[in-house]
């Protein structure tokens, strides 16, 4: 066979070269696509993040202002009314209006709750059975170390510990706020990583008493 010939027959390509070809490309592709999915759901779980945190950070602050403004109720009583490490109930006028109303905030199910009651009548009372009841915030986790709230006397400088149960209301000066937020808690593969969120309050109508 002459070199010509040779050289003829070798140029082309066998089918098992062009199938491998076809296959590396195809594997190509795949790992780009998959790649840029990948990044695609990274930004937005990392905007969900962002949304979520500024979120409850909105709620918090919302809370904090409440329990800063904790005042004598519509008919004289203490500005606190109870508290626990998982409740805290106050009066302030979060409404706006003028009147102080029964606040409550309490954590159940995952959830931190908003409970408010306005006064009605003369004198005034508060109707347990009129509590208007809200989903604050959602996807909370209370540290087994640390209760959603701790209270503080006026001894306290910022080393001390808080205050045990059962709490009085009277010696309360100080409130701290500390929880976990986690989105999609049933789900491992898409679940978010722990937001902490911790605040101290400082109740100023209670500072001169």
Request: aromatic residues 10%; without cysteine.
């Amino acid at each position: 066979m002459s070199n010509h010939s040779r050289h003829k027959k070798n140029s082309g390509f066998s089918l098992l070269e062009v199938l491998v070809v076809v296959a590396i490309a195809g594997a190509i592709v795949l790992i780009v696509g998959n790649f840029g999915n990948n990044i695609s759901g990274l930004n937005t779980l990392v905007s969900s993040e962002l949304q979520a945190k500024s979120g409850v950070t909105q709620e918090v602050q919302i809370m904090v202002e409440a329990i800063q403004s904790a005042k004598t109720s519509a008919n004289g009583g203490y500005p606190i009314d109870a508290a626990s490490t998982s409740s805290f109930a106050f009066y302030t006028d979060i409404n706006k209006n003028g009147t102080a109303d029964h606040v409550r905030y309490f954590y159940a199910s995952s959830t931190i709750y908003q409970g408010i009651i306005a006064p009605t009548g003369t004198p005034a009372t508060y109707s347990t059975s009129s509590e208007v009841l809200t989903s604050f915030i959602g996807n909370v986790i209370i540290p087994s170390s640390t209760p959603l709230f701790s209270y503080y006397d006026t001894s306290y400088t910022g080393t001390q510990s808080p205050l045990t149960s059962p709490i009085a209301a009277s010696a309360v000066r100080l409130v701290r706020v500390s929880f976990e937020v986690q989105a999609n808690q049933t789900s491992t593969l898409s679940r978010s990583p722990l937001q902490y969120f911790s605040s101290l309050v400082d109740i100023r109508n209670l500072d001169s008493n």
